[in-house]
């Protein structure tokens, strides 16, 4: 690992890059404005995770949007999306590994590791991945960061 101070704008500029062309061909919204904030992490292990939550929002976004935005109060970077959602008895499941649940085996072929490998880089870098969704109307995924490696 290589732990630096890490700015969370230049990870998120990276990836909207990254997923420009799906935003567009998929008309999603995007809702997301500079985020100032810093951490001390690994870049390419938090990209990682990062990526992973927003690749699943564009996945499983049809139409609609989705929102980036920072949460100063609880120090975490929240992932919001208007998708398909993730079906209660699913929930407490979907960070186990192979697991991709009814949407995931019905909509897409997932393999049931994106959201394993979330939580396990997770518990590499000190940071905690929670999610709440309700179907048909979106998830949020919230990635809470250790208020002691986090700079201002």
Known sequence: MDISVVKLDDIIKKLLKKYSTIFIEKRITLNYNSIENEIISDSKWLFILIEQILSNSLKYTKKGSITIKYNEKENALLIIDTGIGIKEEDMKKIFDLGYSGFNGRVNEKSSGL??????????ILDIEVKAKSTLNK???FYIYFNSKLTKM
Do not use: A, E
Not at 114 to 123: D, N
């Open 114 to 123: 994106g959201l394993y490998l979330v939580k396990k880089i997770s518990k």
């Open 138 to 140: 979106g998830s949020t």
